[in-house]
């Protein structure tokens, strides 16, 4: 048996949708008798309106909406479940949106837009979106973007220290007593790529030891990518005893390719990476890495949501967490991780 809907409630009451609707929130508006049919039929059709109908009514449906690049990236599903922790707890509902398909994903998207489908928006920076997201936030959608390649944008975000994050790996291997240091970065056009390497190499030059552009090779984020450019570096320039990966998954890479190279990690080159993903912990040896909090992004995202509609502003300045640096033994002889 199908479920009944407002349609077929206004059509046997013999009223519009609109009236269905009011009647459902106890608008004052609506003629008694008009009003006592209504909820007859209601009766007699066993329709009972989900919260949702009701909410949508009401001008607020109690979900958010949340845009994604894609959900293979490796730390999306701890700042997603920060969300969700956080939504849950508020009884708000997500709807979850990827671009995988491209122009079509888009269209589907920016149709959820127009039906006001949700009362406010989180987003991970799908590429070459950033305009338009920008464009939504400016006509009154309220935005909060999870801002994870350094862009800084004229609206609410949460970001990390990259850049601190660079000089805590940078001090840990000078601590460790590294002194040829090597650098996988991330794609340049990344701000979290320039920012991170800008904390590693400050460090290394307030400590009078020599880095140049041959000591960083660049990759985009995926392991195969990470395993060349430790490949590169190891061709030019040997004598490197420490190397800062900028992502984990790179950093499995260049695990990868100094195993096969018959190099021995920590003993001859130590290796930091950058993101504290699950898999950190069990590759082989453990990997020391600069951890991203991802998990508190999501729920300090969906917190500055949930206070806007509560009646508090959206801040303009990025609300900034830290990283914190997770010591296993990529870089030490023994576990320092508790």
Known sequence: MSRVTIAEIARRANVSKATVSRVLNGKPDVDGSTAARVRRVME???YAPSSRAVSLARGNSRTLGMLVPSLTWPW??????????????????LLLYTVNRGEESLGQFA???????FDGLIAIEPPNLLSYIEQLYQRGLPVVLIDDRGHHPGFPSVVTTNQDGGAQAARHLLECGRRKLACVAGPQEYG??????????????????????????????????????????????PSIDGVFVQNDL????????LRETGITVPA???????????????????????????????RAAA?????HLAG??????????????????????ADLSG
């Open 44 to 46: 007699e059709s066993g």
């Open 192 to 237: 979290c790529t320039r920012d991170r390497l800008r904390g590693f190499r400050e460090v290394i030059e307030e400590a009078g030891l020599p880095f140049s552009e041959r000591d960083v090779r660049s990759g985009d984020f995926t392991e195969s990518s990470g395993r060349k450019a430790m490949e590169e570096l190891l061709t030019e320039n």
């Open 312 to 333: 508090e502003p959206l801040p303009l300045d990025p609300v900034v967490l830290p990283t914190d640096l997770v010591v296993r033994r990529s870089t030490v002889a």
């Open 303 to 307: 917190l500055l949501l949930l206070d």
């Open 111 to 117: 149709a959820h837009v127009s039906a006001r489908s």
């Open 76 to 93: 999306v599903s701890e700042l997603l479940q920060g969300v969700v922790d956080t939504l849950e707890a508020a009884q708000y509902g």
């Open 268 to 298: 001859d080159i130590a290796v930091v990476g950058f993101d504290d993903i699950p898999a950190a912990a069990q590759v082989v040896p453990a990997l020391t890495t600069v951890a991203q909090p991802s998990y508190e992004m999501g």
């Open 250 to 257: 790179m950093a499995f890479g260049a695990l990868r390719q």
